[in-house]
């Protein structure tokens, strides 16, 4: 394995003081999941403090620790960089690295579909070059940082995410990412409590432009209600290339056609005059649209186009962001669709026509187990009573929701649809287990703190083949 970091290069870079020679194979902020030779940064965050778990990192075999100066003092003796504030230090390296390496960097934000389009992103770009990219959702101010200094100095292309709930937090991600091609997915009713509308939080979204060169360029979606608010941030930025994308006549990268089907889309854009078809080997339009939103970037960055539209039938959905996978029961099987990471208006709709589109077998049922959306401020109770219309359109039998928002669904359902409700996640989650049976189709969604993760384990826990049935009764 390469150095990463050695203890010469990490002192220049944060302006530190190492107490010895050391050379690092990565980096991490956590101490539970440290791999040996890793440089854990001693963080401090809202409720723990880094510096408490040095002596465990180093027990675990890291190569050294980037501390304070105060604490440093100490503990001489241990494989230090010393440094006068441990954020600002990892803001340093992700600088350096970011400065040393030769990579062609894309951004990509939006109110959803970042992670996945980073994700296909990386796929993509991963058969054409070294690729460092986001690993899961580390998109926010240590995330970002954390992800940039992990990356080596022979990388050649850079994928990463740019997340955030506020106004003003993207553009200093985007200075210290500096990407070549800032891609935006959509600008949706996400973190609505936070702003007075969604153009605030196309106006936030936009801040990705700040970071770019002189030459980079945008990507946009331009079916999205904010294209033109959007491309005039663009515009006031300085960037002169844009890339559009979307099924709007005058995108530059237009979807001519898709097919669906319960495992993927087959789908046919135009780009420059030409036409290319390919594969998403996800299910769900959403990715459709997304998989533009990739080869858009790929297109501005110059890279080759064809060859990463053929990668992308690999893709698949990632845990929690609609996973697909069968549990045995003893009298059968049963697919649980999991969506339990997050949810929102948009990526609601996206998961009940993915639901929808998966045909159950023998008598089984489309079972939608659903969590509040939140940080949506106060449209939460007509959001939530909004998704009726859609779950009726994509005939979806059962609905067992939990919270307090998700009542007003309840209530919009009523009559139309088999229900219960629960005012939290623990509430309803016996009454899922004693629904569900073989044939179903179980999809599982919430926003994280709706809690719809233990449900969502809970189902996967009932597939062993030696277990009972979970066809005790029906909602």
């Known amino acids: 394995m390469s150095t990463l970091w050695t203890h010469t290069e990490a002192a220049a870079a944060t302006g530190g003081v190492t107490t010895g020679p050391w050379n690092a194979n990565g980096v991490s902020i956590d101490s539970r999941s440290l791999q040996p030779g890793d440089l854990f940064i001693a963080i401090r965050g809202d409720h723990s403090d880094g510096h408490a778990h040095v002596a465990?990192?180093?027990?675990?075999?890291?190569?050294?620790?980037?501390?304070?100066?105060?604490?440093?003092?100490q503990s001489k003796d241990a494989p230090?960089?010393?440094?006068?504030?441990?954020?600002?230090?990892?803001?340093?390296?992700?600088?350096?690295?970011?400065?040393?390496?030769?990579?062609?960097?894309?951004?990509?934000?939006?109110?959803?579909?970042?992670?996945?389009?980073?994700?296909?992103?990386?796929?993509?770009?991963?058969?054409?070059?070294?690729?460092?990219?986001?690993?899961?959702?580390?998109?926010?101010?240590?995330?970002?940082?954390?992800?940039?200094?992990?990356?080596?100095?022979?990388?050649?292309?850079?994928?990463?995410?740019?997340?955030?709930?506020?106004?003003g937090e993207i553009a200093p991600l985007s200075e210290i990412v500096r990407p070549d091609v800032a891609v935006i997915t959509t600008v949706e009713a996400v973190h609505l409590e936070f702003f007075d509308s969604e153009e605030g939080i196309a106006d936030a979204k936009a801040e990705i432009f700040l970071g770019l060169p002189e030459d980079g360029a945008a990507v946009l979606n331009r079916d999205n209600r904010h294209f033109e608010r959007l491309r005039r941030s663009a515009d006031a930025?300085?960037?002169?290339?844009?890339?559009?994308?979307?099924?709007?006549?005058?995108?530059?990268?237009?979807?001519?056609?898709?097919?669906?089907?319960?495992?993927?889309?087959?789908?046919?854009?135009?780009?420059?005059g030409r036409e290319l078809s390919y594969v998403v080997g996800?299910?769900?339009?959403?990715?459709?649209?997304?998989?533009?939103?990739?080869?858009?970037?790929?297109?501005?960055?110059?890279?080759?186009?064809?060859?990463?539209?053929?990668?992308?039938?690999?893709?698949?959905?990632?845990?929690?962001?609609?996973?697909?996978?069968?549990?045995?029961?003893?009298?059968?099987?049963?697919?649980?669709?999991?969506?339990?990471?997050?949810?929102?208006?948009?990526?609601?709709r996206a998961a009940f026509?993915?639901?929808?589109?998966?045909?159950?077998?023998?008598?089984?049922?489309?079972?939608?187990?659903?969590?509040?959306?939140?940080?949506?401020?106060?449209?939460?109770?007509?959001?939530?009573?909004?998704?009726?219309?859609?779950?009726?359109r994509n005939h979806i039998d059962i609905v067992i929701a939990a919270g307090d928002n998700m009542a007003h669904l309840i209530d919009a359902l009523t009559d139309r649809a088999v229900t219960a409700h629960g005012h939290d996640s623990a509430a309803i989650q016996n009454r899922v287990l004693e629904t569900v049976r073989a044939g179903d189709i179980v999809m599982v969604k919430g926003s994280l703190g709706s809690r719809m993760i233990p449900i969502a384990e809970a189902l996967r826990a009932l597939d062993r083949e030696d277990g009972p049935s979970a066809a005790v009764g029906e909602a």
């Open 353 to 392: 026509d993915v639901l929808g589109a998966t045909e159950p077998s023998a008598d089984g049922r489309r079972i939608a187990v659903l969590g509040d959306m939140l940080e949506i401020g106060e449209s939460a109770p007509d959001a939530h009573a909004g998704l009726a219309p859609d779950i009726l």
């Open 237 to 272: 930025a300085g960037v002169k290339r844009l890339c559009s994308f979307g099924e709007h006549p005058d995108a530059t990268l237009r979807l001519i056609k898709t097919a669906p089907g319960p495992r993927g889309s087959d789908v046919t854009i135009e780009l420059d």
């Open 80 to 167: 230090l960089l010393a440094v006068a504030d441990t954020d600002l230090g990892m803001r340093d390296l992700a600088r350096t690295a970011r400065d040393r390496a030769p990579a062609r960097i894309i951004g990509v934000t939006g109110s959803v579909g970042k992670t996945g389009t980073k994700e296909m992103l990386a796929l993509a770009l991963g058969q054409q070059g070294e690729t460092a990219a986001t690993q899961g959702n580390l998109n926010n101010h240590w995330g970002l940082p954390l992800s940039l200094a992990r990356m080596a100095r022979t990388t050649e292309f850079g994928v990463f995410e740019l997340g955030m709930n506020h106004a």
């Open 56 to 73: 465990d990192a180093l027990s675990k075999g890291a190569a050294a620790a980037m501390v304070n100066e105060a604490w440093a003092e």
């Open 282 to 348: 996800a299910p769900g339009r959403h990715w459709v649209i997304n998989s533009l939103a990739v080869l858009g970037a790929v297109h501005m960055i110059g890279a080759d186009v064809a060859r990463a539209a053929a990668t992308l039938t690999a893709i698949r959905p990632m845990e929690g962001r609609g996973e697909q996978s069968s549990v045995t029961l003893k009298d059968g099987s049963f697919v649980l669709i999991d969506e339990s990471y997050n949810a929102s208006p948009a990526s609601m």
